[in-house]
C-alpha cells in the first residue's frame, strides 16, 4: 500500500467533523434525517426499506458523498425505529464486487450445473430486443400462454412485472414465490377465523406466549420489534418455545420443548385435550355446558342427554364465539391425552399438562403462536390449525394481550388491462395454469381450490409439459434454483426451458442457467418501491427510494424492465403493454407521459402511493400530504389496531371462531367436485390420512419422513439464521465473521449440529467432515457436537451452500458450493391442501458419513 | 466535575443478535478478523435441560488499564474523560498491551488492512462484474461504505500495517454528543453509555438499582464496562 493512500485516508478523515446532532432518540442519539453536515461533505439520512427477511422493516442509510455509510432503523416506523444485524450486512450487498454490473448473454448454449454459461457483457439495448423478440415469437405462433413470469422477493410495484405485464402480453402464468413461504401457517388461521394472513400481538398485554418454532428475537416477521420487546415481555409474562433445536427464543424461554420434528400436531391436540378435561377453556369465550358441568370426560364423548333422578335431561352446551366445540372433543380430542402424545412428541405427559395449564389460566392474554416451522411440514396445514385454535379455547382471539389481526393500509389498485387486451390474447390468459393448481393432487386451497401458487411444481410441470410447454420466461429476485427443496429437480427443470431470462443483482445458481442476465437495482439502496406490511399493532406503508445511484448499468427489475420491453414490443409491432403503461401511469403531480425507464419507475411508485400521499388517508393514520414528504418522512402507519371488533364477524361461513371448519368443508365440497372425486378422496391425493368428519375439526396426521429408519437412522431439521437475508447474504463477509450469533453455530462454517450422544454411537468429535444423505440427495459438512440439539435430530442453518452467487457464497464460483445446501437432502415434497414447500418438520431421514 | 464514561450491558434485555457488532465495523472500518465489538457464548447441561448465553465483549476502558500501563510509547493512553485509546502514528507494533491485556479486546493490523481493494482487479465476469478495485475507484475510497468521520480529531481512520488497534468507545462520537455506534444499534435497548460521574444519569441511577458486575474482576483492573441481570 502506498504512502498516498494513508494520506488520502487522512485528509478525507481528519477533515470530517459533525456538525450538527439534534436528537431524535432520547440518549442514543443520531442526527435526524438531513441534519448531518461534515465539512467539505455533507451527509444525509435518508429512509427506505429493508427486505432482508419479512418484516420489511422502514429503515434509513446514511448517504455521504455519494455512498451509503451506515444504517438504522426509521424513527417513524411503528416499531420506534430499530434494525436487527440484517442491514449492517446489506452495506456489503449494495457493494459486493461480485455484483453484475452490465446485461449479459450466455455464449456456451450448454445448460446444467457445473457448466460455464460463458456469459460476455451485452448491451441494454440488445439483451431487451433479444427478450422481445422471443415474446414476439409466442405472440405471432398464437401461444402466448407458454410465456412464464416468475416472482420471488417483492415490492407493490410487482403490480407491474409480476400482475399486468404477463396479461398484457396474454400469459396466465405470473409465478409467484409465496408457496415457498409460509401459506400453511396461514391455512390455520383462514379455515378458523377467516384470516388468510399474517397475524400481530398484543405483546404489550400478554401473559404468556406459546411459540411454536418462533423463533421470534432471530428471524420471520417484526424481528427488531420484537428483539426489542423481549426483555419486557419476559418481565411480566411465561414464554415457552416448541423446537427441536435451542433457538436464539427458546435460549431465552422460561421453558424449552424440544419437540421432535413433525409432531408439533400432536402436541397441540394434546394441550386442548387437557384445556378441555380440565374444565380450563374461556368460558366467556367459548361459552359453557348449561348446568355447568363438565362433561368433556377423557376417552368419553359428551353424551346428548345424562339421565338424572329418573329424567332425561339433554346435554347443551351453549357456544358463544367459537363452533363446534364439542364436535372437536367428540371427533378428535377425547382419546388425544397427554400420555398418548407423551410417545409421538417425546415431551412428556407432565410436561404437557403443565404447559396447558398455564397456557389456559393466562385465558385470553395467552398467545399461541405459529410460525412456519410448525406449518411448513408435508402435513403442517392441520399442524398449523390445531395449534391455532388453541386461540380460540382460550379466548385470545382478538383480544387484549392476544393474536390480533391488524389494520389495512389504503392502496391503489393497478388500472384494468381489459382494454387493452385483443380478442385473441384475451383468450390465451384462459389457459390454466402451469403449476397444477387445483388439480387432484394439488388442491392449494387459498380460500378456494386452486386459489394457491404451487411454486414448486412448476419445475416438473415444465419438464412433463403438462398442461403444456413453458418456451419463454423470466425470473426476477428469485433464486428457486437454490431456495427450493429438492434443488436437483429445479436444476434439471431450468436445463430443459428453452429460454431464460434473469434479472438480478448477482450470478446466483438460477442464473447459471440464464440466456440473458439483466442486472437489478439493490432494493434497499438503489431503487424506488413500497410495501406494506404490519408491525406493533400497526398497519403501515414504508417506501423504497434510490439513497445511491448503481455503479453498474442496474435497472428496476418491477418496473424498467417491462418497461423497456414495452417499448421495444411497440417497435415490433405489438404495443398494447406500453399503450397501457403511458396512458395509465402518467406522473400524479405533472401529468406527464412516461418517455423513459426512469420516468415510469418514478410515475408508477407515486401512482400506487398516491392514496397516501396525497392526504386523503390522514384520518386514518399519519399525516403526509405531498410526495417529497413521504420520501421524506419514508413511512405512514395506520392508528393502533383496537381488538374486539372481529368477534363474531369473522369471515367464516359461521362468522364464529370454527373448531368445526364449515368453511374448510365447503372449500374441500367444491374442490372434491370440481376434480369428480370424494372427499375423502381429496384428501388422500392430498397425502392426508383423515376421514369423514374428522377432515374438518384440528386432528392429528402422523409426520412423513422420507427415507426407511434403518438406511436413514436420523431426523432431518433446519432452521433460519439471523443474519440471512433470503439466502442473498451469504456474499458477505461479515455473515460469515458474526455467524456464531445463531446458537450452536459456528464463525466462518457451515456445521451440522448433533447431540453428543448421536456422536458418540458415530464416533464424530468437532470438525469431522462428514456427508449427509437423504434418498433426495446429499451434502458435505462439518460436525458440531452440541447439547441444544435433540438426539436423533440433526440439525443444520439454511443459507450457504452457494455454488454461485460470488466469490464468497461459494467455494469456487460455478462449481464447488462453500458449506452445503440443505435444499439438495430436502426432498421434493409438498404440503398440498395449501401447495406450499415444506422445509421443516423433519421429512427427510438421513444417514451420516465421516469423510 | 470531569467526566467520566462507562456503559451498562444489561443482560436480560440483550438477545444475542449480534448488531452491535457488525454496526462496530460500519463505524470504524475494521476490516475481517478485527472486532472491537465481540461476543462471547458458551452451552452448558446436557439435553433437554441446556443453558446458552451470549454476553457482548468490547475494550472495558479500565481505570486500572494493564495495557496502558506497559506501552513504552504512551501510543496507548488515557483520556480526561477515562477513554483508554490508542495512537498508531506513535505505535512500534511491539504487542505489549496485547500481552498485558486480560480480555483479549485488542488486535494487531498483521497486513494492510483493505489493500485487496487496491489491488485486486479480478472479477467472475470479464466486464460484467465488477472487482474490488473498480468499486473502490467508482467510490473514491478506500472501500465503498468506507466511513471518514471515524478520522475526525486526526485519528487514523483505518489503522497503519504493524499497529494495534481497539474500541474507544467511539469517542469521536461522544465528542459530538452522539452514543457509541453499539449502543444507538442495539435492537433491544440492551446498553446504557452515560457518564457515571453524573449521579442523575441513566447509568449511574441503573448500576446503583442492580448488583453490576464485571469481566474478570480478579484481575483488578476496574472496568467501566458494565453487566446486569441475567442472559436467561
Same mark, same amino acid.
Given at each position: 500500500m502506498s504512502i498516498n493512500r494513508r494520506d488520502f485516508l487522512k485528509t478525507t478523515a481528519g477533515?470530517?467533523?459533525?456538525?450538527s446532532t439534534l436528537s431524535?432518540?432520547?440518549?442514543?442519539v443520531e442526527a435526524k434525517t438531513g441534519e448531518l453536515k461534515y465539512e467539505g461533505e455533507a451527509g444525509k439520512w435518508v429512509s427506505t426499506t429493508c427486505q432482508?427477511?419479512?418484516?420489511w422493516c422502514p429503515i434509513q442509510g446514511l448517504v455521504v458523498d455519494g455512498k451509503v455509510i451506515k444504517v438504522r432503523g426509521n424513527?417513524?416506523?411503528?416499531?420506534?425505529?430499530r434494525i436487527c444485524p440484517r442491514p449492517h450486512l446489506a452495506l456489503q450487498q449494495v457493494y459486493d464486487?461480485?455484483?453484475?454490473?452490465t446485461p449479459l448473454k450466455r455464449t456456451n448454449p450448454k445448460k446444467g450445473r457445473?457448466?460455464?454459461?460463458k456469459f460476455v457483457p451485452i448491451s441494454w439495448d440488445e439483451a431487451i430486443n433479444t427478450i422481445a423478440d422471443k415474446i414476439m415469437e409466442l405472440i405471432k405462433a398464437g401461444e402466448t400462454h407458454k410465456y412464464m413470469l416468475m416472482r420471488g422477493r417483492y415490492t407493490?410495484?410487482?403490480?407491474?412485472?409480476?400482475?399486468t405485464f404477463p396479461k398484457l402480453i396474454g400469459s396466465p402464468n405470473n409465478i409467484s414465490h409465496s408457496a415457498l413461504c409460509a401459506e400453511s401457517e396461514k391455512f390455520g388461521r383462514y379455515y378458523t377465523e377467516g384470516f388468510w394472513n399474517y397475524a400481530d400481538f398484543d405483546l404489550d398485554n400478554t401473559r404468556y406466549i406459546l411459540g411454536w418454532g418462533a423463533d421470534w428475537v432471530a428471524s420471520n416477521r417484526q424481528t427488531p420489534w420484537f428483539m426489542h420487546q423481549f426483555g419486557k415481555v419476559k418481565d411480566r409474562a411465561k414464554i415457552t418455545t416448541i423446537d427441536p433445536r435451542l433457538s436464539a427464543t427458546a435460549a431465552k424461554s422460561?421453558?424449552?420443548?424440544?419437540?421432535?420434528? @413433525? !409432531?408439533d400436531g400432536a402436541l397441540a391436540i394434546a394441550i386442548a385435550h387437557v384445556i378441555l378435561s380440565e374444565g380450563k377453556w374461556n368460558k366467556s369465550f367459548v361459552g359453557d355446558f348449561a348446568d355447568k358441568v363438565?362433561?368433556?370426560?377423557?376417552?368419553?364423548e359428551v353424551p346428548t342427554e345424562i339421565e338424572l333422578d329418573g329424567k332425561v335431561i339433554p346435554v347443551v352446551f351453549e357456544e358463544k364465539?367459537?363452533?363446534?366445540v364439542i364436535a372437536w372433543w367428540n371427533l378428535e380430542?377425547?382419546?388425544?391425552?397427554p400420555e398418548w402424545a407423551e410417545k409421538l412428541t417425546g415431551i412428556s405427559a407432565k410436561e404437557i399438562r403443565e404447559v396447558a395449564r398455564e397456557f389456559a389460566e393466562?385465558?385470553? %392474554?395467552?398467545i399461541s403462536w405459529v410460525t412456519p416451522g410448525t406449518a411448513?411440514?408435508?402435513?403442517?396445514a392441520y399442524a398449523s390449525l390445531a395449534a391455532h385454535a388453541l386461540n380460540g379455547l382460550v379466548g385470545s382471539v382478538d383480544a387484549v394481550g392476544g393474536i390480533l389481526q391488524g389494520n389495512s393500509v389504503p392502496s391503489v389498485a393497478a388500472p384494468d388491462v381489459k382494454p387493452y387486451l385483443s380478442e385473441e390474447i384475451a383468450k390465451a390468459l384462459k389457459n390454466k395454469k402451469i403449476?397444477?393448481?387445483?388439480t387432484k393432487g394439488f388442491?392449494?386451497?387459498?380460500?378456494?381450490?386452486?386459489?394457491?401458487?404451487?411454486?414448486?411444481r412448476v419445475a416438473q410441470a415444465m419438464m412433463d409439459k403438462n398442461p403444456y410447454d413453458i418456451k419463454v420466461a423470466i425470473g426476477y429476485w428469485n433464486n428457486w434454483v437454490f431456495?427450493?427443496? @429438492?434443488?436437483n429437480v429445479w436444476e434439471k427443470a431450468m436445463e430443459t426451458l428453452p429460454f431464460f431470462a434473469h434479472v438480478t443483482t448477482n450470478i446466483a445458481e438460477m442464473t447459471m442457467y440464464a440466456d440473458i442476465v439483466l442486472p437489478a437495482k439493490m432494493h434497499l439502496f438503489e431503487r424506488f418501491g413500497f410495501v406494506t406490511n404490519k408491525q406493533n399493532l400497526h398497519g403501515y406503508m414504508s417506501i423504497h427510494q434510490p439513497l445511491v445511484k448503481p455503479y453498474g448499468d442496474a435497472k428496476t427489475d418491477e418496473t424498467e424492465v417491462p418497461f423497456l420491453l414495452a417499448q421495444a414490443l411497440a417497435k415490433k409491432g405489438y404495443d398494447a403493454p406500453l399503450r397501457y403503461f403511458q396512458d395509465n401511469f402518467?406522473?400524479?403531480?405533472?401529468g406527464k407521459i412516461p418517455e423513459t425507464s426512469e420516468e415510469f419507475d418514478l410515475f408508477a411508485v407515486k401512482y400506487f402511493t398516491k392514496a397516501i400521499w396525497s392526504g386523503e388517508s390522514n384520518e386514518k393514520g399519519d399525516t403526509i400530504n405531498s410526495w417529497e414528504e413521504l420520501l421524506d418522512k419514508g413511512v405512514w402507519k395506520t392508528k393502533k389496531f383496537k381488538p374486539g371488533k372481529k368477534i363474531d364477524n369473522f369471515k367464516t361461513e359461521t362468522k364464529k371462531f370454527e373448531f368445526y371448519s364449515e368453511t374448510l368443508k365447503k372449500v374441500m365440497i367444491e374442490h372434491a367436485e370440481k376434480n369428480k372425486i370424494t372427499v375423502d378422496e381429496a384428501f388422500e391425493h392430498a397425502n392426508y390420512t383423515c376421514k369423514g368428519?374428522?377432515?374438518?375439526?384440528?386432528h392429528y396426521e402422523p409426520a412423513v419422513r422420507h427415507g426407511d429408519e434403518a438406511t436413514y437412522p436420523f431426523i432431518f431439521s433446519e432452521h433460519r439464521s439471523r443474519l440471512n437475508r433470503e439466502g %442473498?447474504?451469504?456474499?458477505?463477509p461479515w455473515y460469515y465473521t458474526t455467524k456464531?450469533?445463531?446458537?450452536g453455530d459456528e464463525n466462518e462454517k457451515d456445521v451440522t449440529k448433533i447431540n453428543p450422544l448421536d456422536g458418540k454411537k458415530l464416533g464424530l468429535k468437532n470438525g469431522d467432515k462428514i456427508r449427509i444423505s437423504s434418498i433426495q440427495g446429499s451434502l458435505e459438512s462439518e460436525v458440531k457436537l452440541w447439547e441444544g440439539t435433540r438426539p436423533g435430530v440433526v440439525i443444520k442453518c439454511y443459507?450457504?451452500?452457494?455454488?454461485?452467487?460470488g466469490r464468497v457464497g461459494s !467455494?469456487?464460483?460455478?462449481?464447488?458450493?462453500r458449506g452445503g445446501n440443505n435444499n439438495q437432502i430436502l426432498?421434493?415434497?409438498? !404440503?398440498?391442501l395449501s401447495g406450499t414447500n415444506p422445509r421443516?418438520?423433519?421429512?427427510a431421514r438421513v444417514k451420516i458419513e465421516k469423510i | 466535575m470531569a467526566k467520566k464514561y462507562g456503559m451498562i450491558i444489561d443482560l436480560h434485555r440483550c438477545?444475542?443478535?449480534g448488531a452491535c457488532d457488525l454496526a462496530c465495523k460500519s463505524e470504524n472500518n475494521?476490516?475481517?478478523?478485527?472486532?472491537?465489538a465481540s461476543h462471547k457464548i458458551e452451552t452448558y447441561g446436557v439435553f433437554p435441560k441446556v443453558t446458552y448465553t451470549h454476553t457482548p465483549t468490547l475494550c472495558?476502558?479500565?481505570?486500572?488499564a494493564p495495557c496502558v500501563r506497559v506501552c513504552p510509547t504512551h501510543a496507548m493512553h488515557k483520556t480526561e474523560e477515562g477513554f483508554v485509546v490508542h495512537d498508531p502514528?506513535?505505535?512500534?507494533?511491539?504487542k505489549s498491551c496485547m500481552l498485558a491485556d486480560?480480555?483479549?479486546v485488542i488486535f494487531f493490523n498483521k497486513t494492510d488492512a483493505f489493500s485487496d481493494y487496491v489491488s485486486d482487479d479480478s472479477s467472475?465476469?470479464?466486464?460484467g462484474t465488477f472487482s474490488k478495485k473498480e468499486l473502490s475507484d467508482k467510490a473514491k475510497?478506500? /472501500?465503498?461504505? /468506507?466511513?471518514?468521520?471515524?478520522?475526525?480529531?486526526?485519528?487514523?481512520a483505518i489503522r497503519r500495517k504493524g499497529t494495534v488497534e481497539k474500541c474507544t468507545f467511539c469517542n469521536h462520537r461522544v465528542a459530538q454528543g452522539l452514543s457509541p455506534a453499539c449502543v444507538v444499534a442495539c435492537p433491544a435497548d440492551a446498553r446504557i453509555f452515560g457518564?457515571?460521574?453524573?449521579?442523575?444519569?441513566q447509568i449511574a441511577t441503573t448500576l446503583k438499582a442492580h448488583k453490576p458486575t464485571v469481566l474478570l474482576?480478579?484481575?483488578?483492573?476496574?472496568?467501566?464496562v458494565f453487566y446486569i441481570r441475567s442472559y436467561n
Open positions: 477533515t470530517a467533523a459533525v456538525a431524535i432518540f432520547p440518549e442514543v432482508g427477511c419479512t418484516s424513527p417513524n416506523s411503528p416499531s420506534g425505529g464486487p461480485d455484483r453484475v454490473k457445473g457448466i460455464d454459461p407493490n410495484l410487482n403490480e407491474i412485472m409480476y400482475n422460561h421453558r424449552w420443548l424440544p419437540v421432535i420434528p @413433525g !409432531e363438565n362433561y368433556f370426560i377423557p376417552e368419553k364465539h367459537t363452533h363446534g380430542l377425547k382419546d388425544r391425552t393466562a385465558g385470553s %392474554r395467552a411448513m411440514q408435508p402435513r403442517g403449476d397444477q393448481r387445483g388442491p392449494a386451497i387459498n380460500q378456494k381450490s386452486g386459489g394457491g401458487v404451487v411454486t414448486s431456495s427450493t427443496n @429438492g434443488a402518467k406522473d400524479p403531480q405533472s368428519e374428522v377432515s374438518f375439526v384440528p %442473498r447474504s451469504q456474499n458477505s456464531n450469533v445463531d446458537p443459507g450457504q451452500g452457494h455454488w454461485a452467487y !467455494e469456487v464460483f460455478g462449481s464447488k458450493p426432498i421434493h415434497e409438498y !404440503e398440498r421443516a418438520g423433519g421429512f | 438477545v444475542g443478535c475494521t476490516p475481517v478478523g478485527i472486532d472491537w472495558n476502558h479500565c481505570e486500572d502514528s506513535i505505535c512500534i507494533g511491539c486480560p480480555y483479549g467472475i465476469v470479464k466486464g475510497a478506500p /472501500f465503498p461504505n /468506507f466511513n471518514a468521520a471515524r478520522g475526525a480529531g486526526g485519528y487514523e457518564d457515571l460521574n453524573d449521579e442523575k444519569s474482576p480478579e484481575k483488578g483492573t476496574n472496568p467501566k
